[in-house]
């Protein structure tokens, strides 16, 4: 499949709440179009639409102490930007992310945290001790400890050093009396200077200028420490975003060879118009197969009806396919238990592996059908076509895809279902709810999921959705090597390593060092 024009590249509409200030408005306005045209060419921009606020009127709130309409201002503009076509919405104000959680959750469209690539921007530099500029309500907020100071390169806590008393003071006022005021910014270029080297004198190693208008001050000749500008790196965050949803199965496939996993040869099923890669692991139970399917639309006029519902939207897992030693049984047990599955299908097709070389796998497939989680079920008649050992061996180490969690409201209902199909116990945990069959389904809630993986997520309006996977592997070493040598971007949290959604097309991929039985 080749690669897609650059005009096809962007499908996403972005939505900006503006105003708060508008001078700060215009500075991502400017910085997100110039992205766009980096990334796509001359005279390309970003689709979307901005929705200005009266700043005025939120000051206005905030100083009677009415937070409460400060957020109903900010919840009706997001849904109104996402009823005009946005399905990707900007808080470009930093301190407008006291209420980034409220309007998540009012809304399906995703809403890129300001800080969730500065911390990786921090992690990237190992940075144990930073420095923090902003307004006092981000200062004195929750959302910053809990987005810079998870970890640090050792795996301590990153401290974070803030001004307090007169010092902070004068940001604030830097703030509302020069930069939203629309001064001249050579004013405030003294102030910021002190604030700096009062951070350092505390032990800062970076500073995060966390306030939309702070960059409209750089750069800052001479300054001792590096600054991180949250305007810039939100910006390249969101660029990210709009051009990865790219339904392109040659970007996923590189994604995951520079991973460090083999693929196995690309492989069109010409009777349903799509194309895939398979990312094998060995076989944990005779005659099924333990893998990752690539998958993307190769001629949607051929496409079958569940498959053209699933291969649309957003990117990530679609579908999770549950393997067994006779579908139609299969099929006849999801009918009773009151799932509307259609009967399997029997696919015989032509698989070139090699220049000359064809194999012809055979199987029954269930296609999707509606349900709290897409699945679909699948037996294989000669499994041991895609268990060569030159696919199921990988750079990485990778041997086993050990568990599938999913983010609900209802984690106890959500693994009832999966608990009656498999005729397997549910275990309840502090923070989930497990059912083991071959691998662990994991269903837990948007807070549970934000504690264990760092991830900010919320529950769709259908009631569930897949958040991720975990895969063991043979060395840790091996696969950190692997992902440093494909450039591919990840944390490191005590004896885990994450890769994130915005990285892995809408997938959370957690890796463990795990023994081999």
């Known amino acids: 499949m080749s690669m897609l024009d650059p005009l096809d ?114 992690d990237r530099r190992a940075v144990g001790n930073v420095g923090v500029l902003g307004t006092s309500l981000t200062c004195e907020s929750d959302f910053l400890p809990n987005r810079l100071a998870r970890f640090s390169s050792n795996g301590a806590p ?16 830097l703030i509302q009396d020069i930069l939203t005021a629309g001064r001249p910014i050579a004013e405030g270029r003294a102030v910021l200077e002190r604030a700096v080297k009062k ?43 709009l051009l990865t949803y790219v339904h392109d199965l040659n970007a996923a496939a590189s ?21 895939n890669h398979l990312v ?27 498959m053209a519902d699933i291969l649309t939207d957003h990117e990530g897992i679609k579908s999770m396919v549950l393997g067994g030693s006779d579908a ?14 259609p009967p399997p299908v029997h696919v015989k097709r032509e698989w070139v592996v090699a220049p000359g070389q064809s194999v012809f796998p055979e199987f029954d497939v269930i ?18 076509l ?24 209802t984690p106890d209902a959500l693994a009832d279902t999966f608990s009656r199909l498999f005729e397997q116990p549910k275990i309840r945990e502090e923070q989930s709810t497990r059912v083991h069959a071959g691998m662990d389904l994991i269903a837990l809630a948007p807070a549970a999921a934000k504690a264990q993986y760092g991830i900010e997520t919320r529950t769709p309006l259908d009631g569930a959705a897949y958040l991720g996977y975990s895969i063991d592997v043979d060395s840790l070493d091996r696969l950190k090597a692997a992902l440093r040598d494909g450039g591919v971007e990840h944390r490191v949290e005590g004896e885990a390593v994450f890769v994130d959604p915005a990285v892995a097309f809408g997938n959370l991929i957690v890796f463990r060092q795990v023994t081999r039985p």
């Not at 408005?25 to 997100?32: G, K, M, P, V």
């Not at 895609?386 to 409201?409: C, G, K, M, Q």
């Open 328 to 341: 139609h049984a299969a099929h006849a047990a999801m009918v009773a238990q009151g799932f509307a599955a």
């Open 367 to 384: 296609l999707p059908f509606p349900a709290p989680l897409t699945f679909n079920g699948c037996r294989y008649f000669n499994v041991d």
């Open 158 to 173: 990153r401290r974070l050093t803030l001004l307090d008393g007169h010092d902070q003071r004068e940001i604030d006022a």
């Open 386 to 409: 895609y268990l060569r050992p030159d696919w199921t061996e990988h750079a990485n180490s990778a041997w086993r895809i050990s568990s599938v969690f999913a983010v609900t409201d």
């Open 9 to 122: 590249q962007q499908r996403r509409r972005v939505g900006l709440i503006g105003g708060m200030s508008w001078h700060s408005t215009a500075l991502y306005y400017e910085r997100l179009n110039k992205a766009m045209e980096t990334a796509l060419g001359a005279h390309h921009s970003f689709s979307g639409v901005v929705w200005n606020l009266n700043y005025a009127e939120l000051l206005s709130h905030a100083s009677a102490g009415d937070m409460a309409a400060v957020e109903r201002i900010l919840v009706e503009a997001a849904r109104g930007l996402e009823a005009s076509g946005c399905d990707v919405v900007v808080l470009t104000a930093v301190t407008a992310h006291l209420w980034h959680e409220a309007v998540c959750n009012s809304m399906s469209a995703d809403i890129p945290h300001v800080l969730a690539g500065v911390a990786q921007e921090l």
């Open 280 to 306: 094998l692991m060995p076989s944990i139970k005779p005659g099924f197969a333990n893998y990752i399917e690539l998958m993307a639309a190769r001629d949607r006029a051929l496409l079958p009806p569940p």
């Open 199 to 241: 951070l350092q004198a505390q032990g800062a190693e970076a500073i995060v200028l966390a306030c939309t208008e702070l960059p409209l001050l750089l750069p800052l000749p001479g300054a001792p420490i590096p600054l991180l500008d949250s305007v810039q790196i939100h910006v390249n965050a969101i660029c990210k975003l």
């Open 255 to 275: 994604l995951f060879r520079r991973m460090g996993f083999t693929l196995s040869p690309i492989s069109n099923i010409e009777s349903m118009g799509i194309s």
